[in-house]
């Protein structure tokens, strides 16, 4: 029972909540349930097919329209007085400035990627508006409470960075099905597909070899007035052939490892079987490229079944035909997108090709399509947990209850009946750039680095900045902004490409650079060094910042042998999480041993490992097999004390 402090600071409160999918529905509802009055939603999103299952408030009816929109409708059925506002918009719009921000009292957060969670937390600090923050990954979930001045803020900590693969593991040496799904999606699929300027690993192993015109760099360019049939068999031949040659008479690589077998169009399909290759009519309508579908033409019903290679190399045929014939306009500014079926039949295609030339199982067009699309499927019950604990910890907000704000990880741990873990939070970082003012330090070459550079991998990058704007002392380098007249976008625009040190007020040592994003009210001081020399492996952005924490990447396997290194590596994000940095590390504090509340007072619990990873569910449940009394269930918040004072 809430008490009548409660119940007031409950009816009192102004609402937002950005976010109104797996999470958002549960917290909408609980929200409603416990007597808030008035919500306001944003969600940029339209309801899918897919959200069904889990996202309560959502019917097969409303498939296509507005979540936050639909949600909202949802809720007054049966909560008809509540006030709920509904924005069906990113939350990264102007309209949501700071000044929209100051008139909640509380944010939640139910998001689903770093982007917007790291803007919404900028926008907090500069409204003064507290924030909880929350994410689930299957079993697992955390919700975060960030006050300022109080509490660490949401950028505090460094997020989980992206799991790397050494780059001559993805295009020469792969030895896991993962190896072969990000060259089939990040290589070959960003090649053909793809914006044909960006750099392309592919390109090396293509032009690496004898150039002969066959075998040359344009290799993927479809030449003028050849049948798609030829070029998709081109293709085929080159990157399963061909390309397999010239990675085998490279002696010293398989003196270890087992030797690739190269594949020819001709020796897996008959030409007959090419010439019969797919029924277009049966591949999905012209004018709906989303269901437009190689396994359909090809009568492939079941996607849990392993294709055999055969069936794989029509797929491919048949997916890169159907991309041409059908979805010819959106050649070149494709990206790999999970839920796009022919791109998922395509890779899946391609990457059980590869692993058949490398002696690795092959995969299902389900499976393929979970590693691809680093899906973890989402579990309702973990949302509604998370939600309620949203709510918790809002209500603590709201009444200012700060000795009682918690962290709280919820973890899987069955065996041993362990559910959530609360944790004090901590308080803000005293070197955090986002939340205190402390200068970064970024050392760079200053006669060489453009402006441009400085932009793209600092600014944009790593600070986060949509809306920057650059200032040397009173001067201004850069600016982006929907106001800005002709002349001066032209004068940006040539500051991009000079050097540092050749700008109209130079960037020389010494120099401290004010950056600023308008929209997010942040601003951080840049301290510069210049430096001659960096080093191309460790230091691949030819430049340093320091100050800006990032975990080190999770690098599957040290180079191996083929010169490659992490700096030179492919990103993906972690199969076991579902969404970038959604769930952080436990802090540390509570992963070394840690005295646990009343309840379970003498039983130390080690948490030492990173909630980050489903398949380290395992592990979790190791850790304390011997002890079977480990309940961590807190119904009364308050009573989890035993604690060290860490508030101010
Ligand atoms: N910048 C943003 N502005 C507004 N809403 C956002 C923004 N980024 C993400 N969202 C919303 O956050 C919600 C996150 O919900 P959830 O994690 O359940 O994802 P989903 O897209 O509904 O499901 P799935 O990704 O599993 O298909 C989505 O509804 C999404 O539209
Ligand atoms: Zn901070």
Not at 135 to 152: A, M, N, R, Y
Not at 219 to 230: G, L
Not at 246 to 273: G, H, I, M, Q
Not at 455 to 479: C, D, Q, R, T, W
Request: with cysteine.
């Amino acid at each position: 029972m809430a008490s009548q402090q409660q119940v007031s600071a409950i009816k009192g409160a102004k609402v937002l909540m950005v976010g109104a999918g797996g999470i958002g529905c549960e917290l909408l509802k609980t929200l409603a349930l416990s007597g808030f009055q008035d919500i306001h939603i944003i969600d940029m999103d339209t309801i899918e097919v897919s959200n069904l299952n889990r996202q309560f408030l959502f019917r097969q009816s409303h498939v296509g329209l507005s979540k936050a929109k639909v949600a909202r409708d949802a809720v007054l059925k049966f909560r008809p007085h509540m006030s709920i506002t509904p924005h069906h918009a990113n939350v990264k719009d102007s309209d949501f400035d700071v000044e929209f921000f100051k008139q909640f009292n509380v944010v939640l957060n139910g998001l689903d990627n770093l982007d917007a969670r790291r803007h919404v937390n900028r926008l907090c600090l500069a409204a003064d508006v507290p924030l909880v923050e929350s994410g689930t990954t299957g079993f697992l979930g955390q919700v975060t409470v960030h006050v300022k001045g109080k509490t660490e803020c949401y950028e505090c900590k460094p997020k989980p960075a992206p799991k790397t693969y050494p780059v001559c593991t993805i295009t020469s040496t792969p030895s896991k099905f993962i190896h072969c799904i990000v060259w089939a999606k990040d290589l070959l699929f960003a090649k053909l597909f793809g914006d044909k300027n960006q750099e392309n690993d592919l390109n090396v192993r293509s032009s690496d070899a004898a150039s002969s015109s066959e075998h040359a760099n344009d290799v993927f360019e479809r030449r003028e007035d050849e049948d798609i049939d030829q070029y998709g068999r081109r293709i085929y031949d080159h990157v399963f052939g061909y390309n397999i040659e010239v990675a085998l008479s490279n002696e010293e690589t398989w003196k270890t490892r087992n030797r690739p077998k190269p594949f020819y169009s001709k020796d897996v399909l008959p030409d007959k079987l090419t010439q019969l290759n797919g029924n277009l009519d049966k591949s999905g309508a012209t004018d709906d490229f989303s269901s437009v579908s190689a396994m359909a033409s090809l009568g492939l019903k079941n996607p849990q079944d392993k294709w055999s290679l055969m069936e794989c190399s029509r797929v491919f045929l048949e997916a890169l035909k159907l991309f041409f014939l059908k979805r010819v306009k959106e050649i070149g500014n494709l990206s790999f997108d999970k839920d796009d079926q022919l791109a998922v039949e395509f890779v899946t295609a391609a990457a059980n090709i590869r692993a058949a030339s490398f002696c690795i199982p092959l995969h299902s067009l389900f499976e393929a399509k979970g590693i691809a699309g680093n899906i973890v499927h989402a579990v309702a019950t973990t949302n509604a947990i998370v939600a309620g604990l949203i709510v918790i910890e809002a209500i603590k907000v709201l009444q200012k209850d700060a000795d009682n704000y918690r962290m709280t990880y919820c973890l899987q741990h069955i065996t041993q009946k362990m559910l959530l873990m609360p944790v004090e939070p901590y308080e803000p970082d005293k070197s955090c750039y986002v939340c205190s003012e402390t200068p970064l330090l970024l050392e760079i070459n200053t006669h060489r680095s453009k402006l441009r550079d400085f932009v793209e991998k600092v600014v944009k990058a790593k600070l986060g900045m949509n809306f920057p704007l650059i200032m040397h002392g009173a001067n201004l380098l850069y600016e982006v902004g929907d106001d800005l007249d002709e002349a001066m976008v032209a004068n940006y625009a040539a500051n991009l490409e000079k050097v540092l040190s050749e700008l109209p007020s130079p960037i020389t040592g010494g120099t401290m650079l004010s950056v600023e994003d308008l929209k997010q009210e942040l601003i951080c001081n840049i301290n510069i060094k210049h430096r001659e020399e960096f080093d191309d492996e460790k230091e691949p952005d030819g430049m340093v910042l320091t100050g800006w924490t990032q975990a080190p990447p999770v690098e599957e396997e040290k180079a191996n042998g083929n010169g490659a290194s992490s700096s030179n590596a492919l990103q993906v994000e972690p199969v076991e999480t579902k969404k970038d940095a959604e769930l952080e590390e436990i802090p540390e504090s509570s992963r070394r041993k840690r005295k646990l509340p009343e309840d379970s007072e003498g039983t130390d619990v080690d948490v030492s490992n990173d909630v980050n990873e489903t398949k380290n569910h395992k592990e979790v449940e190791k850790l304390d097999d011997d002890d079977d009394e480990d309940l961590v269930m807190f119904d009364d918040w308050a009573s989890a004390s035993n604690k060290k004072k860490r508030l101010q």
